[in-house]
């Protein structure tokens, strides 16, 4: 028979959601087994089922506040029932953050706190609710001459919320900064349910005691719930071109890159793409270059500035051996800075790896990915961008049939490339819940031991989407630590090469191509 305390932790869901109704309205809290599925998993490849012995990533309840005090209510319920709370928006990144690990309450922050409050040309900011969307916010801003300096490249569909919890770098950033660098202040319901305004919506934070803005940007959702973010604009000088550099191969991108980050020149943003990934394109039948690889280099500003900063990388460019390619092509990829995985139309998922390295390292990073990617026999490919001068983020990803329990091997993917970046100085981007176990390696010990302490001060009853970030949990509580985690990764990977090679994109883009031809869709797409 079960106890009164386990009983009355199994009941919580129940008695919360009645709570929750009566305090934000019965039409704002869903709990049909339909609701809670859609929101499961996250948006760029969902987990196999099997995932489901390590986490409860289906929750119990769902809720769509419709204002500040709404979520206020909702995490003051959560502590009085003791129920876990994950904040959600768009769900684009993919490493768990947004995914329950326990059940509890997902607090989704797109469907109704979604509004654009204010676009002050003055003091160059504008206020938006969290779940506004990058794209939606950012062509207000154009339309009233300003520049939303950085956004994610699934800015079509990522919240303004969503990246900035994770901090993450972008189209732009090398140019402007991440999230961080472009956030002059936020509304943050903390794990109490008490308002913290984080910043100052107009001028500077330096000087002000504790930085609580940055404490709050890159937490992942762990130390409270952001509700509204006012960010800095940058004046449009009118001209925004992307310029394409076909190369042979990759590699060859290392001593221009390096020119160019050690230039005068600050493009707005650089990119790049290798062969195999126009090659997955092309099987998949979209309209693409015959290329070994092309560099994109972005340009913003005054028309005068920005011919005077073309002509100079074009000559850094020619210099090694890089073509210029048409006006035709730059345009065309830009236009698809943002849909990097096209290719999954074929029928299968595409599971990315994001670090960073320093830029000397560049090279050898690539040549490491590639060996991984063979080693593992995989269909992958190579893309990324420059965050700063000196910090290079490769993006290599594979595509993979997540309903198969033979391609859970593949999950070795993303921590060997995590592993690989910590040889060159750098490190994997972001924790979530499947990559939390590196908070120690990544940190440190010590800064591990401080930032679990500011988290346990703030969040007494451990609500605030627990088992993320700082420490990997499974649904029973038991923790994972980096040296077991790496065991299980290590043994996927021997299991994934022992495994014959599965020609599995090839075979979906015949019969993607086909389907296409029956319903008289063939032909490239653009």
């Not at 809290?29 to 609701?35: A, D, I, L, Q, R």
């Not at 993917?413 to 910590?422: A, E, H, R, T, W």
């Not at 001060?457 to 609500?463: F, H, I, M, Q």
Request: charged content about 25%; some cysteine.
């Amino acid at each position: 028979m079960a106890s009164a305390e386990e009983k009355n932790v199994r009941d919580a869901p129940a008695r919360a959601v009645k709570k929750l109704e009566a305090a934000i309205g019965k039409e704002n809290v869903k709990t049909s087994k339909m609701e809670r599925l859609l929101y499961s998993h996250e948006g760029s490849a969902p987990l196999p089922n099997i995932a489901q012995l390590g986490f409860m990533n289906v929750p119990d309840i769902v809720v769509r506040p419709t204002s500040t005090a709404d979520v206020q209510k909702i995490v003051r319920i959560a502590n009085e029932e003791g129920v876990p709370i994950v904040p959600r928006g768009a769900s684009t990144w993919g490493m768990g953050g947004s995914m329950p690990i326990f059940g509890g309450i997902i607090v989704d922050m797109m469907a109704r706190m979604n509004k654009i409050i204010d676009i002050d040309v003055d003091n160059l900011c504008c206020t938006v609710e969290a779940g506004a969307d990058y794209k939606k916010v950012y062509e207000a801003c154009l339309a009233k001459g300003l520049l939303l300096g950085s956004y994610p490249s699934s800015f079509p569909n990522a919240s303004i919320g969503g990246w900035t919890a994770k901090d993450g770098v972008g189209i732009g950033s090398y140019k402007y900064g991440g999230p961080g660098a472009n956030t002059r202040s936020m509304e943050v319901v903390m794990p109490d349910g008490s308002i913290c305004k984080t910043g100052f919506d107009h001028v500077v934070d330096n000087s002000a005691g504790y930085n609580v803005n940055a404490l709050q940007v890159g937490a992942e959702g762990t130390l409270g719930i952001i509700c509204k973010v006012t960010l800095k604009l940058q004046p449009f000088g009118g001209t925004l071109k992307n310029v394409a550099y076909a190369f042979s191969k990759l590699q060859d991108l290392g001593k221009p890159l390096w020119e160019l980050c050690r230039s005068q020149v600050v493009p707005l943003h650089i990119g790049f793409s290798d062969g195999r990934h126009f090659d997955f394109l092309r099987k998949a039948g979209k309209h693409v270059p015959e290329v070994g690889t092309i560099l994109n280099v972005a340009f913003e500003g005054s028309k005068e500035n920005v011919e005077r900063d073309e002509a100079a990388v074009d000559a850094m460019m020619a210099k090694h051996g890089g073509k210029k390619m048409s006006p035709e092509v730059g345009q065309h990829e830009w236009d698809e800075r943002c849909y990097e995985y096209r290719a999954r139309e074929v029928g299968l998922d595409s599971v990315p790896g994001e670090v960073v390295v320093r830029l000397k390292d560049f090279e050898a990073m690539t040549d490491k990915c590639y060996g991984l990617i063979d080693g593992l026999k995989m269909d992958g490919a190579i893309i990324g961008i420059m965050c700063d001068r000196n910090t290079v983020m490769f993006m290599p990803y594979y595509f993979l049939d997540s309903s198969s329990l033979l391609q859970m091997t593949s999950f070795a993917f993303s921590k060997k490339v995590g592993d690989m970046s910590y040889e060159y100085g750098g490190r994997a981007l972001g924790f979530g819940a499947l990559f939390s176990s590196n908070l120690e390696v990544i940190r440190g010990k010590d800064n591990a031991r401080q930032m679990k302490a500011i988290k346990n001060a703030l969040d007494k009853n451990e609500v605030m989407n627990p088992g993320k970030l700082l420490e990997m949990q499974t649904r029973y509580g038991i923790g994972i630590s980096s040296k077991l985690f790496g065991l299980a990764m290590d043994g996927l990977t021997v299991a994934k090469k022992a495994l014959p090679r599965q020609d599995q994109f090839d075979q979906k883009a015949e019969d993607y191509e086909m389907e296409r031809e029956k319903k008289g869709l063939g032909g490239h797409q653009h």
